[in-house]
């Protein structure tokens, strides 16, 4: 039977274990707070601590983009958690170029390793115990941009998408085991990391010439408004819950109608 304990919801992810990369702000702060609401116990992560880490959640100090930041975290999960039942990894970034050939070397070893590689490194270290277990959830957060690939964001849109190639294989591989595997790709979102980009996005497109209606920077999707962070945290909620049980190897895009086709 399901208990409805507060106004926000369901405490149907009692008992379970949630590690949210990225929980500091923007979106993956709503992820937590969705989750805490929900019943599970909560542990985050971001390079750095602030204010706006929710209150309820445990946290822990890592960079994942690289193998030790991943290690390192998968380490703290089983000391504080004990395990993890439902992994989001949400932590991500898009920092726009004046084109392709303008991207360099580094920044797209950097977009893959935050956007694509940090996913596949933390899962490697994680999915071992939910197969053992034969239950979990996995959440990857990819992008809409991904439907409309751009210049200047090229590396993150070919990061994003080799995560929801990747989560879909997933998907495949761990069905048979019970563990679930989805994403999520917002679109336009009201966040710092969103906004911050946008801005970026303006003052690149306006060196290169591009009026602003080309950039996309402005558009306003369909039904009106920006996305928040808890829309597509109730989107995640929705795939890591029981009420996602028959759903795997998706990819659910949360973008106020921008991308019909999505
Ligand atoms: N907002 C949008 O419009 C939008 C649209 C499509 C997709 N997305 C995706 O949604 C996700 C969340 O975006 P957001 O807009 O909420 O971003 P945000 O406001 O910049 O928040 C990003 C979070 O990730 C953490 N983070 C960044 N780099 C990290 C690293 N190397 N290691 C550990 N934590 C790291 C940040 O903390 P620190 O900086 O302290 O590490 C912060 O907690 C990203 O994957 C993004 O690509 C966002």
Not at 43 to 60: H, I, K, M, N, Q
Not at 160 to 166: D, G, I, Q, S, V
Not at 235 to 251: E, M
């Amino acid at each position: 039977m399901t208990t409805i304990e507060n106004g926000s919801g369901t405490r149907e992810l009692a008992g379970k274990r949630a590690l949210v990369t990225g929980g500091s702000r923007g979106i993956g702060a709503a992820i937590v707070r969705r989750l805490l609401d929900a019943g599970a116990e909560v542990l985050t992560t971001a390079r750095s601590a602030t204010s706006t880490v929710p209150e309820g959640a445990a946290f822990v100090e890592a960079d994942v983009r690289t193998r030790a930041g991943a290690e390192a975290l998968a380490a703290a999960a089983r000391e504080v958690l004990g395990g993890v039942d439902v992994l989001v990894h949400n932590a991500g970034e898009a920092r726009p170029h004046e084109g392709a050939s303008a991207i360099p070397d580094e920044e797209w070893q950097d977009a893959l390793d935050l956007n694509y590689l940090a996913s596949v490194r933390l899962d490697s270290l994680l999915v071992p115990g939910m197969r053992d277990r034969r239950s979990g959830a996995i959440a990857h957060v990819s992008s809409a941009a991904v439907l409309t690939p751009v210049g200047p964001f090229l590396h993150y849109t070919a990061a994003k998408a080799a995560l929801e190639n990747y989560s879909r294989g997933l998907a495949l591989e761990l069905a048979p085991s019970g563990v679930r595997v989805n994403a999520v790709a917002p679109g336009r979102v009201a966040t710092p990391g969103g906004e911050a980009t946008r801005e970026r996005w303006a003052e690149v497109s306006a060196r290169m010439g591009a009026a602003p209606a080309e950039t996309n920077a402005d558009d306003t999707p369909p039904l009106g408004r920006d996305g928040l962070p808890d829309d597509v945290a109730r989107a995640v909620l929705f795939l890591v819950s029981d009420r996602a049980s028959w759903l795997t190897g998706r990819n659910l895009v949360v973008d106020g109608g921008e991308f019909p086709m999505g």
